[in-house]
């Protein structure tokens, strides 16, 4: 892996961010797929369906030793522990494999994905880059200066159309369905939708939002690495990507301007 890292490196040397990130993900994407070909170490975190992998923490560290050579100034945060502290002010947010589960089950619904932020993570000025690269579709999407593409080709602008006209992606835990004000709260805001999907991998969800394959996104407790990538995407092609309150949680919406109003309308009713 050193001399596969040293020749990205020198590969990017002069790239911009943007190239950087749609090459970061997808080198990292294909390292976790080869590894799992090769036959993977699976550790549970907290529960048996939340699961790292040592092709996780392989494709970390790949990309944080990549930035460390090309963008040294920049901070760093990592799902899997990787933490560099930012000198510019900009940091790069990793997941490495997104949908780990769905990876270590050998499901191709997963991803590797990373957004370059300007300010504080959790609520950062700006976000500069998102990148999302599934690699069992050869597909990268990448928004970068309010653009959104797939594979190079640029996405439309989302549509608006109702919840009951289109499909809502979403998540909730079985724990969380034993824990009454947060299953109260989702069960209220999906209700209505055309139908619900659950497929366990947020940033692969995005991405299809963005892609208009799905009219919106509903989550709570997301973590930083699972929600900024997506988000670029979404608001890149004139969705809305909101956080809202409600039952004792934080929720993050997602999808055209409608769908979001919507589902956060249905969330505050229990604010």
Known sequence: MVSMTAAFISAHADSDDATLAAALVEHAGHLALRMRDDGLSTQQKTSVSDVVTDADRAAEQFVADALEALRPDDGVVGEEG???????GRTWVIDPVDGTYNFSRGSDYFCSALALVDGAVGAPEQILVGAVHRPAFATTWLADGGVATRNGERLPQLEDAGLDQ???ATYLHPRSMSNE?????WASAVKDAATIRMWGAGSVDLATVASGGIGGWLQHSVADWDWLPGKALVEAVGGRAIKVEAGGATWCVAGNPLIVDEVAGKLTEHV
């Open 166 to 168: 289109l499909a809502l």
């Open 82 to 88: 990787a933490s560099r502290a930012s000198a510019s």
């Open 181 to 185: 004000a947060i299953h109260k709260v």
